[in-house]
Each structure stands twice: as structure tokens, then as C-alpha cells.
């Protein structure tokens, strides 16, 4: 029998003009239906812009569903593109901000495409009506609908009973469909696959399925109860609903979710071999879950714990044998030079060796596991782009344990170390037990990146927190705050790094070695240049090795123009920089191959940076080169000093510490008494006023080293003698003109040496330092050892007067970190 058929269109009148183009209403977890009403909550930011617009412009909307109702908001990407033409028909702002609307579906539409996402969804759309079939078989599929519809508002203790009469009334075939629909509790994927079937009677089949099978479960439910009730005592009521829930499970075949998840976190627990301590607190809050109903918030509080807990690896290692000729190789490999901290970490390593085998050949699976064995906390001091994070990796990679780093940098909140405890909203576990499982391995090697720039403030100090991970004797036993359990520490090899160690605290100072990584040659830049940063640039950039050769001439020429550091992190980017000039013109088919050259450095990277500033600055009495250390390495500093007409003041600029000044009196102290000795007039003092500036005045500057510095710029300026150009100096002075020594001796030669300095007058006292000097420095460099300021004097100026030239313009500082002469 051929039924007729009619597009939904045609059952009447619409009432309005769908727009081609409707702000959309993305909504989660459901489907509003045409021909019915429903009301909905609206609070994100971009929904109530929408609200306000659509208020304000005919009151229709688009509704489509979200695919997936865990998502943050709805986007066109998760999103239906099938739903529901609908007019706000009512609006009620909350105080909160939210806002509560009551929409009325008009007709079913499809997404054709989205135009705008900002200030809201945006999208055209097409009117999509369902195709209504007429006929017996019809007439008999949707009275089927209602009556199936009536018995379940009967069994139904949900629905209200005027619901019943509702259906019968209805007389439309989509609106009994929609109407039934609405009313029953269906799934979000069954909501949007009947609002997608296109033909009425397609719907009427699906709906009649779904209503039959709602219709068993509630008569099964009801049979249920009614035995249940039956063997249920006063007192077992109370769980009434969750038997109830178990005999539905039971008689659909499926498995009781609850009790198949405590039985999964008790395999978990078996399978996890856990200290005695832990398993213990694990089985107790296990025990807790059980009592606890699954809707509980304290049952996914339990759960999440238990998680973690079986999921860290509490007796999982990695390393294996270890190979104590391999690590060299793997060290010498990805590092240049850096002999004192390789040795450190094979001397390491050959302790552990040792000590495992003799462990196995003893038989004792405890022996070398007491307090005396730890692992190393190792503590990387040096200026930046001196190879202190990579070092790490390398040592990881020699072990064959896992990396793991972190920064510290700016850490302000204890909490991160330690974890927040359970009885807050959202705890966590610290980052050191979450870094632990991320490695799956209870010994991997953990590097610690700036250490030396942890905060404080109300929230705790985490750099007191750090002292129980860093303290070989406790670390054994941490206890997390969220874990509240301990959690051995002592087989991570913990590495820090800091750029100084001046505000890192002396009690978590004392709990690491300390192990100082200089600033580089020009020779050490070379050959680093050589052997790693130019075959990694090329890498990068997808050049093969003879398409962009290096000269030795050309790297120099990058490294003494272009740098001045104490690392190589500047090197390394000038290079990238002449790779990607030489890869542009390969890539153009200009050339095949470059050999890059000082001339073609130079012409590729522009005019140089940096010169030889010294000649040019000490052009007159009164100016001497001193040595400073500086965080990110040593640098040559100018002490200026002229004389003028006045009342015997002494005035001090350039931003200059109070030690920094009391050596500057100090200095002009000993330089009166001794006078008479240096051929200067007594009494200069009496009519003239003295003013000493250190370039450059916008950076901070302290210390007692640049004591020599003053004494012999005064000199200088007093018995109008030159100091020699080529000379930098570096002491404390005391009023009876002895040099004392100083500190960061390696730091300042290297310094000096980048600012083409080839002699260095030092304290006499500071000779053995000089042993810490490459060879090739040692060659490179006179050294110049004192005891008194006459003997700096004698060094430092030369023999006669000098006239006085043209002043040259100074040019701008190298650095701007703060420095300590």
C-alpha cells in the first residue's frame, strides 16, 4: 500500500521568515525539539552576548548540540550541524550573571556554514523539514506512540499523569513525536538521531523502540521493587535504591561499575608492590571507598589518591650496567673541555659501578644501600650559555636514566614542591613526586634550573621546602603533602644550576657540591664552534656539511666582532645567522656552496659590535681599567677620575655600593699620605675638589676589588703619567697600601681577555687561582703579581707626563648586569 507523502513544511504555516543567517546557541547534554518549549541556563561570556544581540533582533536562534558534553564550550568544529530554529519567548537575568530563557522550537534547520566565531557563533542555515507519510500504517504507528507513551506515564513515578492526556490531544504527527520525545530521558546521541531522521515514520520506529524498551525496564523495576521490598528490613531501607540499581544491573547483564572499580585498585595495589607504609594507607582508604556511595565527592577524592599512589613507580629503576668508558665517550661527545665536572661524574659513576658489583658478588641485596651511599647533589655554577642544562642531559644519557628538569626560577608557592593536602578543592601532588611518574623511574636524573632565583613571599619559601629534597640524610623518607606517605628520593641524582651563589641560601647551599663552570676562551669558542655549533646549525637548517664551510679566520672573526659573553649562546646564534644568509642564497640557486671567511662574516652579519675600547678610553691621566665579575662572567670597568677648583670634596658617581665607596676614600686617603713619595704637591687637596665616575652610571656597581683600580687612577690623574693601555688590574686596598686578594679570578682574566687585554696585575696572594686558567690563557696573558700599591704604580703607569689629546666619544657599555668590582 503506497502511503502518501508531504514535507513537514506544508502542515502549516511557519509564522516566520527563517533568515539565511542565525547567531547559533551551542548546548550540552541536549537537543531542543520543534514544536515543543524548554528552558535553558545560559553563562559564558560569548552566550550572553549572543542573548543580548538576539534580544534585540527578532528573538530567533539556532540551537545545535555539542558532541561531546565534557567540553569547555561549544565550537563549529564539535558541533552538530543539524537542529533547531527557536524564539526566546521569555528571559529572567540572575543575580549571579547568568541568565535563564524559555525557547520554543519552530522548525528543524541544518548548519551550511559558519561565518563568524566573535562575538558569538555566527552561521548559515537552511530549512530542513521532515517528510510526513499519511495512511493506515501511519495512523497506526503513531496511535502505538501514544498508547505505548500513556502506560509509561503510568509506571512512570516521574512523570505527571496529565501528560497522558497532553498526547492524546495532540493531533500533528511531528508534534506527538517531538512532544513524547521530549519528555523521556534519553541519551544525547538518541535525542540528536531522532531529530536527524528525515521522514515521520522513520522517527515513529525509532521512538517506538526506545519507548518499548523504557516500558520493560520499568516493569522489571516495579516486579524488582516489589521483591525487594519484601526482604528488605526497617533498618535495610536505606539502601533500598542502590539494591534496587543492582537488580536492574543484574537482570541487563552488566557488571556493577562500582564494585568493578574497587576490584581494578585492588589489582592495582597487588601489582604495584608497595612499601609496607604505603600499602597499608592504601588498603585503609580502600576500605573507606567501599562504605562510601559513588555519588560521594570523597569517593573521587579517594580514587584520584589511590590513583597515584599506584601509579608511581616505587620499585621501578632504569640504568642497567653501567659502562664507565662509554660515559667518557658520551661526555667528550656533547661537551668540549668542562675536565673537572666530567671527572666528577665518572668518579660517580665508578663508585656505583664498584659498589653494584660487589653487592652481587656478595650476595647481599642490602649491602651499599645504607645512609652512607647516596647520590650527589651537584650544584652547576657558571654564567649563562656555558653548557649547564645541556651537561645534564648528558650525564642522563651516560647513565641511561631518564631526564627530567624543572626551573625554579621565579617558584614562589611551597605548595609546588611539597603538594597541597587532600582536604583541599583540586589538590595536587608536589612537582617532584608528579615529575617522578612522568619519568616512570624512581632514580632518574633530576635537574634542578635556577636555583639561585627561588622566591618568597606569603604563600611559604620554597627554597626551605628544597632543603628535605636536597638533604642526602632525609630525602629517603619525603613526604608529599598530598601522598602523606614517604617516598625514597635518594636514587635521584639531583643537579642544580644557578648563575650565582650569593642568594641561594646557605643551608641549601651546604647540602650540595658545588662545582663552578667559567665563561670560555676564544680558543674553547673556537673549537666548540668547530666541533658542535656549526654541525648543528646546518642540521637545523637542512644543509648538508659541504654546501656552508667555517673558516677558522671566519669564526673568529664572529666571535671577537660580533660576541662578548662568557658562553657560547651568542656564538651559536650569529651562526644561525650566517647559515640562514647562506641557505637563502643556496636556496635561490645564487651559489652551490659558501665558505664562510672573516670578509664574508663581516659582509653577512654587518658592521662589528664590539672593538678594542681600551686604547681609545685611556687617552688621558686619570683613567685606569679595572676587572669586575659579573653574574654572566668577568668584565673589564673604567675608573675615571678629574680635577677642578674647590673645597676639598670628594664626589662619587655611577651608581657606585657604599664598599665600593669607602675604597674610593680609602684610595684618595693613601694617595695624600704618600704624596710626597709619587712627586705630587701636598697641599692639592687643600684648593681643588676631586670627582670620580665609573662608566657605565645606569648599572649598579659594588665590591672592594677595584681598590688598586682607584689608587692608580688617581695617580694618574695627579702626576699627569698615562696608564698603560694594554694593562687591567684587579685588588683590594688597604690605607697602608696593601693588596689583598679577591675572588672570580678566572672570570675577570677571561674578561679581560675578550676586551684584548694581555696583561693583568693580580694580588700575590691570588697566584695559586691562576692554575684554574686554560694553558693557552696562561700563555696568552703577563701575569703581574703584588703585594703593595707601589708595585701596581710602578706596573700599571707609564714613566712619563703626558699632554693631554682630544677627548674621543666614549662608546656605549658591553653589558648592563649589575657588577661587583
Not at 512523570?159 to 492524546?168: H, K, M
Not at 521512538?207 to 521490598?229: M, W
Not at 641524582?493 to 676564544?522: C, H, K
Request: aromatic share 4%; glycine share 8%; proline share 5%.
Amino acid at each position: 500500500m503506497n502511503d502518501e507523502l508531504k514535507s513537514g513544511a506544508d502542515q502549516g504555516e511557519r509564522g516566520f521568515a527563517l533568515p539565511e543567517v542565525l547567531p547559533i546557541l551551542p548546548l550540552k547534554d541536549t537537543v531542543i525539539y520543534p514544536f515543543t518549549a524548554a528552558p535553558l541556563a545560559v553563562g559564558q561570556d560569548r552566550s550572553l552576548r549572543l542573548i543580548e544581540h538576539v534580544m534585540n533582533a527578532g528573538r530567533l536562534v539556532g540551537l545545535v548540540a555539542v558532541k561531546e558534553p565534557g567540553v569547555e564550550r561549544g565550537e563549529p568544529e564539535n558541533s552538530f550541524t543539524i537542529g533547531t530554529a527557536a524564539e526566546i519567548t521569555q528571559i529572567l537575568k540572575i543575580p549571579d550573571g547568568t541568565v535563564r530563557l524559555l525557547v520554543k522550537g519552530r522548525e528543524r534547520i541544518r548548519v551550511r556554514e559558519y561565518v563568524e566565531r566573535e562575538p558569538f557563533l555566527t552561521a548559515q542555515v537552511e530549512s530542513l523539514p521532515e517528510t510526513v507519510e499519511t495512511g493506515v500504517e501511519m495512523q497506526a504507528l503513531t496511535q502505538n506512540a501514544q498508547s505505548t507513551f500513556q502506560q509509561l506515564v503510568a509506571l512512570s513515578p516521574t512523570l505527571p499523569d496529565e501528560l497522558s492526556t497532553a498526547v492524546i490531544n495532540l493531533e500533528d504527527t511531528l508534534q506527538i513525536i517531538y512532544f513524547i520525545a521530549n519528555n523521556l530521558r534519553l541519551e544525547l546521541n538518541e535525542r540528536q538521531e531522532l531529530l536527524s531522521i528525515d521522514s515521520a515514520r522513520g522517527k515513529l520506529e525509532f521512538l517506538t523502540g526506545i519507548l518499548t524498551r523504557e516500558l520493560n525496564v520499568l516493569e522489571l523495576g516495579k516486579r524488582i521493587q516489589s521483591e525487594a521490598q519484601e526482604r528488605l528490613s526497617k533498618a535495610q531501607r536505606e539502601y533500598f535504591l542502590r539494591e534496587q540499581l543492582k537488580a536492574i544491573r543484574k537482570e541487563l547483564g552488566e557488571v556493577d561499575e562500582e564494585q568493578s572499580e574497587i576490584a581494578q585498585l585492588r589489582a592495582k595495589i597487588e601489582a604495584a608492590h608497595l612499601p609496607d607504609e604505603v600499602r597499608g594507607e592504601a588498603e585503609r582508604e580502600l576500605a573507606r571507598m567501599e562504605k562510601l556511595p559513588a555519588a560521594s565527592p570523597e569517593h573521587s577524592v579517594i580514587r584520584t589518591y589511590l590513583d597515584w599512589i599506584t601509579t608511581l613507580p616505587w620499585n621501578v629503576s632504569q640504568g642497567g650496567e653501567i659502562d664507565v668508558a662509554r660515559a667518557r665517550q658520551i661526555l667528550d661527545e656533547d661537551h668540549y673541555d668542562l675536565e673537572k665536572v666530567k671527572e666528577r661524574i665518572l668518579e660517580y659513576l665508578a663508585v656505583l659501578k664498584l659498589r653494584d658489583e660487589r653487592r652481587v658478588d656478595s650476595g647481599d641485596p642490602e649491602e651499599g644501600t645504607s645512609s652512607e651511599h647516596r647520590e650527589p647533589i651537584l650544584c652547576f655554577v657558571g654564567p649563562p650559555g656555558v653548557g649547564k642544562t645541556s651537561l645534564g642531559q648528558s650525564i642522563a644519557k651516560a647513565m641511561g636514566r631518564k631526564f627530567v628538569r624543572m626551573s625554579l626560577g621565579g617558584l614562589r608557592d611551597e605548595a609546588e614542591i611539597r603538594g597541597h593536602r587532600r582536604t583541599y578543592v583540586g589538590a595536587m601532588p608536589g612537582r617532584f613526586i608528579q615529575a617522578i611518574r612522568r619519568a616512570d623511574s624512581n632514580n632518574p636524573v633530576f635537574m634542578l634550573d635556577e636555583v639561585d632565583k627561588v622566591g618568597s613571599d606569603w604563600r611559604g619559601d620554597p627554597s626551605s621546602a628544597l632543603l628535605e629534597v636536597l638533604d642526602p640524610e632525609q630525602n629517603r623518607d619525603f613526604r608529599d603533602h598530598y601522598l602523606d606517605v614517604p617516598f625514597d628520593l635518594s636514587r635521584v641524582m639531583f643537579i642544580t644550576t644557578a648563575n650565582t651563589l650569593d642568594t641561594i641560601p646557605a643551608p641549601l647551599r651546604d647540602r650540595m657540591e658545588i662545582i663552578q663552570l667559567s665563561g670560555y676562551t676564544e680558543e674553547e669558542k673556537l673549537k666548540i664552534s668547530e666541533k658542535y655549533l656549526v654541525s648543528k646549525q646546518l642540521r637545523a637548517h637542512g644543509l648538508k656539511p659541504d654546501e656552508v664551510t667555517f673558516t677558522e679566520d671566519g669564526l673568529r672573526a664572529i666571535i671577537r666582532d660580533y660576541t662578548r659573553e662568557a658562553g657560547v649562546r651568542n656564538v651559536e646564534r650569529e651562526i644561525a645567522a650566517v647559515v640562514r644568509k647562506a641557505a637563502t642564497r643556496i636556496a635561490e640557486g645564487r651559489v652551490q656552496s659558501l665558505t664562510v671567511d672573516a670578509t664574508l662574516a663581516r659582509e653577512l652579519l654587518g658592521r662589528p659590535r664590539y672593538f678594542g675600547e681600551v686604547a681609545e678610553r685611556i687617552d688621558r691621566p686619570g683613567v685606569a681599567t679595572g676587572l669586575v665579575w659579573t653574574p654572566v662572567g668577568g668584565e673589564i670597568l673604567f675608573v675615571e677620575a678629574t680635577l677642578m677648583p674647590g673645597r676639598k670634596e670628594l664626589k662619587l658617581t655611577g651608581q657606585i655600593g657604599e664598599v665600593m665607596k669607602e675604597s674610593a676614600e680609602t684610595a684618595l686617603s693613601y694617595v695624600r699620605s704618600k704624596a710626597a713619595d709619587l712627586g705630587i704637591d701636598p697641599s692639592f687637596f687643600e684648593t681643588n675638589d676631586i670627582h670620580i665616575h665609573v662608566p657605565a652610571g645606569a648599572v649598579p656597581k659594588e665590591g672592594p676589588s677595584a681598590g688598586v683600580t682607584l689608587v692608580t687612577a688617581l695617580t694618574s690623574l695627579l702626576t699627569g703619567r698615562l696608564v698603560r693601555s694594554d694593562v687591567a688590574m684587579t685588588g683590594e686596598i688597604t690605607l697602608r697600601g696593601k693588596v689583598l686578594p679577591i675572588g672570580g679570578v678566572k672570570e675577570k682574566v677571561l674578561g679581560a681577555r675578550r676586551a684584548g687585554i694581555t696583561t693583568v696585575i693580580l694580588p700575590r696572594r691570588n697566584e695559586n687561582d691562576l692554575e684554574d686558567l686554560p694553558a693557552e690563557l696562561r700563555a696568552q696573558t703577563t701575569f703581574i703579581l703584588v703585594d703593595q700599591a707601589d708595585e701596581v704604580l710602578q706596573a700599571a703607569l707609564v714613566s712619563e707626563a703626558a699632554s693631554l689629546p682630544n677627548p674621543t666619544p666614549e662608546p656605549a657599555p658591553a653589558s648592563e648586569s649589575a657588577l661587583v668590582a
